[in-house]
């Protein structure tokens, strides 16, 4: 039969069997920069979103919105929606563009403020920057064909 385990003070009396403090393995402390560079890319990529262009139907919604909130109250009653919507396609297209363009002018900033952080990072960011400015261009052409095509003179027969 095998002896009862000794007690906490009867290791301390008998001198303890684990190994003295220094001879315990150390673990560097987890940190951004020991990740692989794929797993910083994705969490950078996570750290900016461009906006998608809204519908014109949601701006005419806010900018409509907007605009009765701005009128007296005594005035509220008139239905302003029709002449309204007649107005705005073109201006919802160039509402669009003007937020397209803010948004890579916030990404190129967040881009510097990155670069800022660690030098080990920058071909990080270098890669991710590409990818958001891709997904820019992307609404930002978009968004031109779109008043290109509201700019159009509607042919009628």
Request: include cysteine; proline fraction near 8%; charge should be positive.
């Amino acid at each position: 039969m095998a002896s009862p385990r000794p007690n906490k003070r009867q290791r301390i009396e008998k001198g303890s069997s684990l190994p003295p403090v220094s001879h315990i393995a150390k673990k560097a402390p987890a940190s951004f920069l020991a990740l692989p560079p794929e797993v910083r890319q994705q969490i950078l990529a996570q750290t900016f979103t461009p906006r998608r262009p809204l519908s014109r139907a949601e701006l005419q919604t806010l900018a409509f919105e907007s605009m009765l909130a701005s009128l007296p109250v005594r005035d509220r009653h008139h239905d302003y929606r029709n002449d309204f919507i007649r107005e705005q396609p073109r201006k919802s297209d160039r509402i669009n563009l003007v937020l397209c363009l803010e948004d890579k002018v916030r990404c190129l900033e967040w881009v510097a403020t990155l670069m800022d952080v660690h030098d080990d990072i920058r071909d990080d960011v270098r890669y991710v920057k590409t990818g958001w400015l891709n997904k820019i261009e992307e609404y930002l052409e978009k968004q031109r064909r779109d008043l290109e095509l509201s700019s159009r003179p509607s042919r009628r027969r």
